[in-house]
């Protein structure tokens, strides 16, 4: 059974860094894109950044480009997303996924399955 838990959400100030985790367990993720996808109440969940597992493909969307990073610990079966010089527009649950098929890196959320709880992410004016 697929597990994933983040951690690492918190409340910060504007210009402030957080990083987040998403240890996954339950089976293998070679070769599948790990998602991060963020949402507000009200809102759609949106695509944040991606990264594929023991690969070096990433993908990112253009709001948090040159702020987040994400990354992944093939040893711990963990997937990060390092964000910097975070504002009050990226306040939101943040959420990560695994994507359905191997080898794709998608942006849209029906493309990704097994998601964790979610963490939140405030951020302070």
């Known amino acids: 059974q697929v597990q994933l838990a983040e951690s690492g959400g918190g409340l910060v100030q504007a210009g402030g860094s957080l990083r987040l985790s998403c240890a996954a367990s339950?089976?293998?993720?070679?070769?599948?894109?790990m998602g991060w996808f963020r949402q507000v109440p009200g809102k759609e969940r949106d695509f944040v950044a991606a990264?594929?597992?023991?690969?070096?493909?990433?993908s990112y969307t253009d709001s948090v480009k040159g702020r987040f990073t994400t990354s992944r610990d093939n040893a711990k079966n963990t997937v990060y997303l390092q964000m910097n010089s975070l504002k009050p527009e990226d306040t939101a649950i943040y959420y990560c996924?695994?994507?359905?098929?191997?080898?794709?890196?998608?942006?849209?959320?029906?493309?990704?399955?097994?998601w964790g709880q979610g963490t939140q992410v405030t951020v302070s004016s």
């Open positions: 996924t695994v994507a359905r098929r191997l080898g794709t890196l998608s942006i849209t959320p029906e493309e990704y399955n097994y």
């Open positions: 339950g089976r293998t993720f070679s070769g599948y894109a």
């Open positions: 990264i594929i597992w023991g690969a070096r493909s990433t």
